[in-house]
């Protein structure tokens, strides 16, 4: 199993070598490859990705690595089923997928991003950032970025982000980004790489490295935040300023508009308008607050006692 593995990351790797994505195929089949033994691709039964669903989640791993693991799986066979008609995928989605919990975007306040920027002490690692928070770049996205990807004479400064799935999309520089950016480029070192982020050996970063420039900053800061709490604040202030859903959907490089529909079910104003509507409502038709509500020293005696 292992030469197959090989054979299909070095062709992930050729199809798409600035993603990062053959790297998380590598580390996820290694996985399943050890836990599958020494069987042939032919030979995995549903009832071994039964067992192998059931060691993740034993070992405390999240529903959304799971699935993923899967979702490289099924990959891998889909590769291979070119060449053997005969080979299907023993991933069987209605029986192996694990329920994600649902969960709302939670943007970052105010006061923690102005002491997680008052933190951060370098023009790379604000830049960095700030391009996350104004203009909604994943972590590996911000790792991917080249000089050649960036557009910054044009009317409209941009650059051009490289996201999932190999899709490339334009992202906007607002003037805050832009600023960053330019004073990050003034100063950074005039080498051979291509890279817009350089480490102190003058290399790419790789994500891991701006996830810890990330944790130290914060861990500075004392506030609780991550690379994709950022993004999150991203589409929830474009969101604020009455963006239109589907340009913020082309902007985040969501590729189906329910996913960016998320952020409107966590900051929707009309369901919040109806709400204090029917609140004013209740209180101009005498609703009054319950006894129980009230505090202790409540003025009105009557209406503590009314209900008893």
Known sequence: MLAEIERFVHWARRRSPQARTWKDYKYDLRLFARFMGDRRLNEVTFRDIDGFVAFQAGKGFQPTTINRRLATVVSLYSFFSDEDSQLVSPVIPKRHHVREPHRLPRPVGDDDLRRFFAAVD??????????????????????????????????????????????????????????????????????????????????????????????????????????????????????????????????????????????????????????????????LDGWQMPYFLLPAAAPDAGLAGAGR
Not at 131 to 160: F, H, K, N, W
Not at 193 to 218: E, P
Request: proline letters at 2%; one cysteine or more; aromatic letters at 8%.
């Open 122 to 283: 370098n023009a790379r690692d604000r830049a960095m950032f700030v391009l996350m928070l104004r203009c909604g770049l994943r972590i590996s996205e911000v790792a991917c970025l080249q000089l050649a990807d960036l557009y910054l004479e044009e009317t409209y400064p941009r650059l051009v982000a490289h996201g999932k799935g190999s899709r490339q999309r334009s992202v906007y520089l607002s003037p805050q980004a832009e600023y960053a950016l330019r004073a990050y480029l003034a100063e950074r070192p005039s080498v051979a790489s291509d890279f817009v982020f350089l480490s102190y050996r003058n290399r790419g970063l790789s994500t891991t490295a701006i996830h810890k420039r990330l944790m130290r900053c914060r861990e500075r800061a004392r506030v609780s935040l991550t690379a994709h709490r950022l993004r999150h604040s991203f589409a929830t202030d474009l969101l604020n300023a009455d963006a239109p859903v589907t340009s913020i959907q082309k902007l985040l490089g969501h590729r189906w508009l329910e996913t960016t529909q998320i952020y409107i079910q966590a900051n929707d104003k009309q369901v919040a308008e109806d709400f204090y509507a029917a609140c004013r409502k209740l209180e």
